[in-house]
């Protein structure tokens, strides 16, 4: 796959294709193709995520249309885009190295690509009747084979040391390496220690090391704090 961005404020990708050569998107990004580029419909249980995993991801509220993509195989060009203002990044990436990249901001990617869906947080806001569970989903990519994905706004990027830490906003955080552990903290309130506050780590069956983030104490913000190694994306839009 050979991939380029056309345009800047909202910006279009141009997959090039060779022959066999296929890519797999969502649904409903692409803008036009190439009449000798084949179009078919990929389920994510025929790229290895099992049924099990996908019914836990589902149970959390994940769109069930997200378990399909688009597979586009050439020879021809091929042309998506978000309708969304904000950076594309095409990224190559090497063998057993992987991306973890916020769910909704995915463009397209290799098929030698391996594709994984998750959650990488949880938390609850609200009290007694008007508790909120919140998610963030992301795609996880692992390599070899090129990827594509659309942040909105700017991107930052941060290369972080082992033991370096950062924190950002849940919004703020658009993509992480897998080498990069996060944990869910509180901004205000009471500490992560308390019985009424705490924050955990759990390993569930869809979530591949979810963190729990607990309830909200005392209406205190959630943040993220990212520990390195590894690359952590963040964007100024929401």
């Not at 022959?19 to 990004?29: A, D, F, N, P, R």
């Not at 569930?204 to 952590?232: E, H, K």
Request: with cysteine; aromatic share 8%; hydrophobic share 40%.
């Amino acid at each position: 796959m050979k991939a380029d961005t056309v345009g800047s404020i909202t910006p279009a990708i141009l997959v090039t294709l060779n022959t066999g050569e296929k890519v797999l998107s969502e649904h409903g990004i692409m803008l036009y193709m190439e009449p000798t580029v084949k179009l078919q419909r990929r389920t994510q249980r025929s790229l290895g995520v099992s049924r099990a995993h996908l019914m836990g991801m589902h149970a959390t509220g994940d769109n069930e249309e997200n378990y399909f993509f688009a597979e586009f195989e050439g020879p021809g060009h091929v042309t998506f885009s978000r309708d969304r203002s904000g950076d594309a990044r095409i990224l190559n990436l090497n063998p057993q190295q992987g991306l973890r990249v916020r769910s909704g901001h995915l463009v397209c990617f290799d098929e030698s690509v391996r594709y994984y869906p998750m959650v990488l947080a949880r938390w609850v806001t609200g009290a007694g009747d008007d508790q909120e569970v919140n998610y963030i989903f992301a795609d996880e990519l692992t390599g070899p084979g090129g990827i594509v994905f659309q942040s909105y706004g700017n991107i930052l990027s941060f290369q972080l040391q082992p033991g370096e830490t950062i924190r950002t906003s849940v919004h703020g955080l658009l993509a992480l390496e897998n080498t990069v552990t996060l944990n869910l903290n509180w901004l205000a309130g009471m500490p992560m220690n308390s019985p009424f506050g705490g924050g955990f780590q759990m390993n569930s069956p869809f979530a591949g090391g979810m963190q729990m983030g607990g309830f909200q104490p005392n209406n205190a913000i959630p943040v993220l704090d990212l520990t390195g190694p590894g690359v952590v994306m963040v964007h100024s839009g929401l």
